[in-house]
């Protein structure tokens, strides 16, 4: 049973660049949410996507966006890229069980994205 | 004030000794919460879910006082393995679709030493 993928594992981009990182769910997930984790920080959350429409949001600017196919998989894309948006990127799955409550949520192996 | 909040450590330990974690939460409708641990250069990983009665997954022990707003995990006879970055968990609920967003504290980095 394949767990989180997520890909690219690394990625150098330049200040102003677009960047776009896929996720593929755990089998049985359907919900995704996506995390930034700075170094010497814990993750942030910037997004979940459920249904594929983004249902709920963290304080990430619009630079930040995200989508979910039908097959469940997601990408994130970050536009104007900063130097400051260098982080490892988290994705998430879990499975919704009722009322928007959800299992456990089992984390990828990220992709660092270092900016310079 | 952040809404999880750990000490960073590091905590140096010698082998077989006792640990113990804190961690404050500002959220008092906070729901769940957890302890994930965090090996080096890879991603989270679910050690132990906690509960208010307390909860003991082998050397493991965890605890949340929802009055003090407070959990805390205990390690006992800590093992090499057990080296990694201990990451205090909350997740609570939104208005209008339920909340799956987990608020992680900064992370409480443990080296065992032989």
């Known amino acids: 049973d394949a767990g989180v993928t997520q890909s690219p594992t690394h990625l150098i981009k330049t200040r102003g660049q677009q960047v776009t990182l896929r996720c593929s769910p755990k089998?049985?997930?359907?919900?995704v949410s996506w995390y930034q984790q700075a170094l010497g920080q814990g993750p942030q959350f910037i997004f979940q996507?459920?249904?594929?429409?983004?249902?709920q949001r963290g304080n990430f600017p619009d630079r930040f966006s995200g989508h979910q196919f039908p097959n469940y998989s997601s990408e994130l894309n970050v536009n104007a890229l900063l130097l400051g948006d260098s982080a490892l990127y988290l994705c998430?799955?879990?499975?919704?069980?009722?009322?928007?409550?959800?299992?456990?949520?089992?984390f990828g192996p990220g992709t660092r994205l270092t900016v310079l | 004030r952040k809404e999880v909040e750990q000490d960073p450590g590091p905590f140096n330990v010698p082998e077989g000794a006792t640990v113990a974690f804190n961690c404050t939460y500002s959220?008092?409708?906070?729901?769940?919460f957890f302890w994930y641990r965090q090996d080096c250069r890879k991603e989270p990983k679910l050690l132990m879910s906690?509960?208010?009665s307390g909860n003991e997954d082998g050397r493991f022990t965890a605890q949340l006082n929802r009055a003090s707003q407070y959990i805390s995990l205990l390690i006992r006879d800590s093992k090499l393995s057990d080296s990694a970055t201990y990451l205090c968990v909350v997740r609570g609920w939104a208005s209008n679709f339920g909340n799956e967003k987990l608020t992680f504290g900064t992370g409480t980095r443990l080296t065992i030493i032989p």
């Open positions: 996507y459920y249904e594929e429409e983004e249902r």
């Open positions: 959220n008092s409708a906070s729901q769940s």
């Open positions: 906690v509960y208010s």
């Open positions: 089998s049985g997930h359907d919900t």
């Open positions: 998430a799955s879990s499975r919704r069980r009722v009322a928007g409550v959800t299992d456990t949520q089992y």
